[in-house]
């Protein structure tokens, strides 16, 4: 079966850094992979998409890339904010069927 | 304005009734999900439905039943035969199997 995995439950940085999370899948490439955020006691909020044949995608202070040789995808904030501090999930598609979530990792930025 | 709500936000319920949870959306959306979450355990999938009156097995849909009767609403059962109710659930809709997902806010449901 498909798997999707964060290996990092926790990260802990200060601001004005970069925050990268790691998202690892098994098996074959998904078409795409998505990555949400998800603040304590609400529902998850989706942020980007980057499609297999896509090395890297940008929005604001996001970027995504997708490395089908390490079966990897990272995902980088830059110049991170206490406002930032959330657990962000990644998912991949499935074909057919719903998204496959990560168990997320939860980043604190600190001031 | 268009979304995904979920009703009520907190729900308590003695061990071995069923209870049902509400789910609506009004983004004309064809498929539907319903999740659990625990600590640690990330995003389980319990049900989903792609059109009205299907819907198919998520990991963990033991003690669960759904329904699909409208596009705009699918209600999510927890029964009594489910061991361990207690968890947040959450609920999401998207375009297609797939896509960008769109999440309600929740419920939190504690079984007593």
């Known amino acids: 079966s498909q798997k999707i995995e964060q290996n990092s439950e926790a990260l802990n940085i200060q601001e004005g850094k970069t925050a990268t999370l790691t998202c690892n899948y098994t098996?074959?490439?998904?078409?795409?992979l998505q990555w949400y955020r998800q603040d304590p006691g609400r529902g998850p909020v989706f942020l980007l998409l980057i499609r297999e044949n896509e090395k890297e995608k940008r929005k604001e202070r996001l970027k995504v890339t997708f490395d089908t040789t390490l079966k990897q995808s990272l995902f980088h904030i830059t110049a991170s904010q206490p406002a930032d501090s959330a657990t962000y999930l990644c998912a991949r598609n499935q074909a057919g069927t719903a998204l496959i979530f990560g168990k997320g990792t939860t980043l604190s930025v600190s001031s | 304005d268009g979304g995904i709500t979920q009703s009520p936000k907190y729900l308590f319920r003695k061990e071995g009734q069923n209870v049902t949870l509400s789910c609506e959306q009004n983004?004309?959306?064809?498929?539907m999900y319903w999740y659990r979450q625990d600590p640690g355990q990330g995003l389980r999938l319990i049900y989903y439905s792609q059109i009205v009156n299907d819907f198919q097995k998520g990991d963990i849909a033991e003690g669960y039943s759904v329904s699909r009767e409208k596009k705009e609403s699918f209600p999510l059962t927890v029964t009594s035969a489910q061991k361990n109710p207690t968890a947040f659930y959450l609920c999401?809709?998207?375009?297609?199997?797939?896509?960008?997902?769109?999440f309600g806010p929740g419920t939190r449901l504690t079984v007593l």
């Open positions: 983004l004309n959306h064809d498929a």
């Open positions: 999401a809709s998207s375009i297609g199997a797939g896509n960008e997902q769109f």
């Open positions: 098996n074959y490439s998904p078409a795409y």
